[in-house]
């Protein structure tokens, strides 16, 4: 996945000091989908927009589930919530920042179909 030049983006050594975990922990926020990372120029980044002060954005991983669950790839994922939606007139992620979460899940009712 290409960087997005409006993405600002965290490394792994940068969650763990933020969140005050472990390396191991923060990896495993990654695998129980808690936050989702790409590669970007080879290093493993989450999107800081799916940060939210020191924890995981609390809707992000209701809505990674449901997009897994449609079929998408984690990098998919991943961009569909930064992309502009034209159901939502926003990104996914800003929605979900703003607390719109049922406005975002009802967008990713018809990707399964």
């Known amino acids: 996945m290409s960087e997005n030049s409006t993405t600002e983006y ?9 969140f005050d975990l472990s390396p191991g922990k923060v990896h495993r926020l990654i695998e129980d989908h808690h936050l989702a990372a790409v590669r970007v120029d080879g290093v493993l980044k989450v999107p800081a927009e799916f940060v939210q002060g020191d924890q995981p954005l609390p809707s992000l991983r209701g809505t990674l589930l449901v997009l897994l669950d449609a079929g998408f790839a984690e990098d998919e994922a991943v961009a569909w919530l930064l992309e502009e939606n034209e159901e939502l007139g926003e990104r996914p992620v800003a929605a979900l920042n703003a607390g719109r979460k049922s406005a975002v899940r009802r967008a990713t009712q018809s990707l399964a179909f």
Do not use: G, H, S
């Open 10 to 18: 965290l490394t792994i050594p940068e969650l763990v000091e933020r």
